[in-house]
């Protein structure tokens, strides 16, 4: 009995979502196997993938530009919440994630299918991310993981590929595993397993290296409205041109690459390699300015609900209620996050030297300086300090009584 008749094929063009097809076909009794592989601005030419699926055995093979919704509805929300998993990932794989499920579920509706599937496998986040947004989204369909179920090894699954007529990668030199589109890279495996190990140069394509890196710095002057880039050096951008434009920058500096230790969603940890120039850039600048913008209490607030934040995107739950609610906090916080941040790129390093916001600062010089202009009242400390440290006051008193002298 079939799984299902018609399924909708999250596709790459790789081995595993190469071998989906026919396994579906030939192993699961799947019907009809429509593929869809998203263009993210990733810069692979998509029409040899579309005609790979297609002598794969796929029956209809989609493929769709969703850069724009990418960097609009994805990219840009996580500028605003200073995304950054485990305070340093800028999400750049993960966010693509939940646009594709969309994707996925709005064909197999276009289309009549009872279920979509993807070629993730069983320790991975991208799984969690495809099945809880798709359940999020279409409890009614099915959701089928062949790559997940199928317990071939590597060698084993090209083999299996081979006999349905696949053939084989054209190099197998590169022992890396490379996610890719317009807001970066993320390269995993290989020897990048051991986590004491360098990465080599060769694996990096978004960035230069350090000593490859212009020896003189570069000044970037990036302008924000309601808490979104929207200018470059004064030149006014649309969000994709803009993206571009900072990773340009940014990755000529060696500035954006990322070699961490990861605690994956599955409960191991894993060594990511990633290059993200231009998100990374825009992050830095965007909190920069909010320093500038935001009150104290609200900004204090603001960088805990922004791990929460990080942590439910890269945990699968773009589509949860705990992450609108959010949403609707900092989208509240950002309309007076305007102003421009000045940053020296040089040497793999973006440092800020310079912030301003014409009407939404909340830095008062006359209040700041120890000069003539000096408006603050000094004399209104002496009582202020007197009832911040009245507690402490009281319990010291209290310990002292009691034969404490620490």
């Known amino acids: 009995m079939a799984r299902a008749n018609k399924v909708v094929l999250a596709y790459s063009g790789g081995v595993d979502t190469s071998v989906c097809i026919p396994y579906l076909k030939n192993e699961w009794g799947v019907a009809e196997v429509i593929t869809f592989a998203a263009d993210l601005g990733q810069?692979?030419?998509?029409?040899?993938?579309?005609?790979?699926?297609?002598?794969?055995?796929?029956?209809?093979?989609?493929v769709g530009d969703l850069i724009t919704p990418f960097i609009n509805e994805f990219a840009f929300p996580a500028i605003r919440a200073n995304g950054l998993y485990?305070?340093?990932?800028?999400?750049?794989?993960?966010?693509?994630?939940?646009?594709?499920?969309?994707?996925?579920?709005?064909?197999?509706?276009?289309?009549?299918?009872?279920?979509?599937?993807?070629?993730?496998?069983?320790?991975?986040?991208?799984?969690?991310?495809?099945?809880?947004?798709i359940g999020a989204l279409a409890p009614e369909l099915k959701v089928l993981t062949p790559a997940r179920e199928w317990g071939m090894s590597r060698e084993e699954t090209i083999a299996y590929g081979e006999r349905c007529g696949i053939p084989a990668p054209v190099s197998k030199k590169s022992p890396y595993s490379i996610d890719l589109n317009l807001l970066g890279r993320s390269i995993e495996a290989g020897?990048?397993?051991?986590?004491?190990?360098?990465?080599?140069?060769?694996?990096?394509?978004?960035?230069?290296?350090?000593?490859?890196?212009?020896?003189?710095?570069?000044?970037?002057?990036?302008?924000?409205?309601?808490?979104?880039?929207?200018?470059?050096?004064?030149?006014?951008?649309?969000?994709?041109?803009?993206?571009?434009?900072?990773?340009?920058?940014?990755?000529?500096?060696?500035?954006?690459?990322?070699?961490?230790?990861?605690?994956?969603?599955?409960?191991?940890?894993?060594?990511?390699?990633?290059?993200?120039?231009?998100?990374?850039?825009?992050?830095?600048?965007?909190?920069?300015?909010?320093?500038?913008?935001?009150?104290?209490?609200?900004?204090?607030t603001k960088r805990q609900l922004e791990s929460q934040w990080a942590d439910l995107v890269y945990q699968g739950l773009w589509f949860g209620p705990l992450k609108e609610a959010i949403d609707a906090f900092i989208n509240c916080s950002?309309?007076?996050?305007?102003?421009?941040?000045?940053?020296?790129?040089?040497?793999?390093?973006?440092?800020?030297?310079?912030?301003?916001?014409?009407?939404?600062?909340?830095?008062?010089?006359?209040?700041?300086?120890?000069?003539?202009?000096?408006?603050?009242?000094?004399l209104a400390a002496e009582g202020f300090i007197y009832v911040w440290g009245l507690p402490i006051r009281l319990w010291a008193a209290a310990q002292r009584r009691n034969g404490h002298h620490g």
């Open 43 to 62: 810069g692979d030419e998509l029409e040899p993938i579309r005609l790979k699926a297609l002598a794969s055995g796929a029956s209809e093979a989609i």
């Open 86 to 133: 485990e305070g340093r990932y800028p999400l750049s794989t993960a966010l693509a994630r939940p646009l594709i499920a969309r994707r996925l579920v709005e064909i197999a509706r276009e289309m009549g299918a009872d279920a979509v599937a993807h070629g993730c496998t069983g320790k991975g986040n991208d799984q969690v991310r495809f099945d809880v947004a």
């Open 191 to 300: 020897s990048l397993e051991d986590p004491d190990v360098e990465p080599p140069e060769e694996i990096y394509a978004m960035t230069s290296s350090v000593e490859a890196a212009p020896a003189t710095a570069e000044l970037v002057e990036i302008r924000f409205e309601q808490g979104n880039p929207i200018a470059i050096n004064g030149i006014e951008l649309d969000p994709v041109a803009l993206i571009r434009k900072a990773n340009a920058l940014a990755g000529a500096h060696g500035f954006g690459r990322l070699d961490m230790i990861e605690n994956r969603v599955v409960g191991i940890k894993s060594r990511e390699i990633y290059e993200t120039p231009g998100l990374l850039l825009l992050i830095r600048a965007h909190q920069e300015l909010e320093s500038l913008t935001l009150a104290a209490d609200v900004l204090r």
């Open 334 to 378: 950002q309309s007076t996050v305007n102003g421009t941040v000045r940053l020296k790129l040089h040497k793999g390093n973006a440092t800020v030297v310079g912030r301003s916001s014409a009407n939404n600062s909340l830095y008062v010089p006359d209040m700041a300086t120890y000069g003539g202009e000096d408006q603050f009242n000094h």
